[in-house]
């Protein structure tokens, strides 16, 4: 028990926390985020948006992301959030509607540096709709694992039309940026492929 603690303390010690994830990232189309120091902060971006604490690990099972509706909203829950992580900074980013997906860069033993595009948000979780290819991979390969994606038929839904040359575009700048760094663990959750264009939403940075 106490190696598998220790071990879960040593990759939360060293994965980035939120603003430090973010900075790594930002070459990335990424959704507009400010650190809240003041009132008027809270005014920055439309409603509805989220409040997020500036801490390592997954935000959401942390209680550290937290959506805000209106400027009350927003008071009250920038309150509880300094409340539970007096010691950390907070930051209000804004939202932006789309398919959920991950792409990541995972450190393998066997198959070294592995690309990772699959649906996100709790699908990640539950559904597990994902694929990998090593790296380096060309834009005909990246092309192929959203098509080898049981959900793909997601973005031809009735009505809608996802850009998915913009997502396959930040696919490629993330393994750019892959290559670019020493980076043992990547996980880009949830990224939003709009209608026309595709935003990194959250972060989380592990370097070698």
């Known amino acids: 028990m106490g190696g598998k603690l220790y071990k879960v303390l040593f990759v939360i010690y060293f994965m980035k926390g939120v603003i430090d994830s973010f ?13 809240v120091t003041r009132h008027e ?3 920055m971006f439309e409603f509805p948006y989220f409040l997020k604490a500036d801490v390592s690990g997954h935000k959401t099972d942390l209680g550290a992301v937290i959506r805000c509706d209106n400027l009350d909203d927003a008071e009250k829950k920038l309150r509880e959030l300094h409340k539970k992580f007096p010691k950390n900074k907070i930051i209000a980013q804004e939202t932006f509607e789309g398919v959920e997906m991950i792409v990541g860069i995972k450190s393998d033993e066997v198959f070294g540096k592995l690309l990772v595009v699959g649906f996100g948000g709790i699908f990640a979780e539950v559904k597990k709709d994902v694929t990998f290819r090593s790296l380096p991979v060309s834009e005909a390969e990246i092309k192929g694992m959203i ?47 709009g209608e026309k ?9 592990e370097l070698e």
């Open 23 to 35: 900075n790594i990232v930002k070459d990335l189309p990424m959704a507009r985020w400010k650190v």
């Open 41 to 43: 902060d809270l005014k």
């Open 147 to 193: 098509l080898d994606l049981e959900g793909k038929d997601v973005f031809r839904v009735r009505g809608k039309s996802y850009d998915l040359g913009k997502f396959v575009i930040l696919i490629e700048e993330v393994v750019r940026l892959g290559a670019r760094l020493d980076i043992k663990e990547l996980d880009l959750n949830p990224v939003i492929v």
């Open 197 to 205: 264009r595709s935003l990194v939403i959250d972060a989380r940075v």
